[in-house]
């Protein structure tokens, strides 16, 4: 029998929930180290900080409008 006539492979129930289990927290830590990177990039949080200064003066445009300007 070859690879190619193989469809369906057996996993126990526990190794499928413990490779899950691993899926979900690398997940996590894949989040929160973006967070990590992200909070520590000083031209990121100087550009997010005067987006919501901006936001909270009012000073927003509608998608359609943005979308044009990126293009």
């Not at 929930?17 to 996590?28: C, D, G, I, L, P």
């Not at 990590?36 to 445009?61: C, I, P």
């Amino acid at each position: 029998m070859n690879n190619k006539q193989v469809k369906n492979v057996c996993v126990p129930r526990e190794l499928f929930n413990s490779m899950f289990k691993a899926y979900q927290k690398w997940e996590e830590f894949s989040d929160e180290f973006e967070d990590f990177l992200l909070a520590s990039d000083k031209e990121f949080v100087n550009k997010m900080k005067k987006a919501r200064k901006e936001h909270l003066q009012g000073e927003t445009r509608n998608l359609k409008t943005l979308k044009q300007e990126l293009i």
